[in-house]
Nanobody, 126 residues
């Protein structure tokens, strides 16, 4: 059974930095795609960043490229999203998600409708 629990959200001033975390259950192994998604009020869900747990080049949405960094600490079973130069447009509920890589098209973990989702953590930039 896969469980994902986000933490670390909060309020930050524009230009600031914040790191959010996602604790994954032991069921999430190296054959998983892991990603961060966000949804702002009145907007569609956006895939922000994703990575293959076995380790290949991460994907970033153009809106966050150069400002956000996704990483995985396998020893702690924790996925991170480091965010810097935050903008009010980054305000959203951020969800981590996971899916076995066999469900990904051609094994690419670029964001799609992952199978497992966390409850989300609010990030507010003002």
């Amino acid at each position: 059974h896969v469980q994902l629990v986000e933490s670390g959200g909060g309020s930050v001033q524009a230009g600031g930095s914040l790191t959010i975390s996602c604790s994954t259950s032991g069921s999430v192994g190296s054959n998983y795609c892991l990603g961060w998604f966000r949804q702002a009020p009145g907007k569609e869900r956006e895939g922000v960043a994703s990575i293959y747990a076995a380790g290949n080049s991460p994907y970033y949405a153009d809106s966050v490229k150069g400002r956000f960094a996704i990483s995985l600490d396998k020893g702690k079973n924790t996925l991170y999203l480091q965010m810097r130069s935050l903008e009010p447009e980054d305000t959203a509920v951020y969800h981590c998600a996971a899916d076995p890589v066999e469900h990904a098209t051609m094994g690419r973990c670029e964001p799609y409708d992952y199978q497992y989702w966390g409850q989300g953590t609010q990030v507010t930039v003002s």
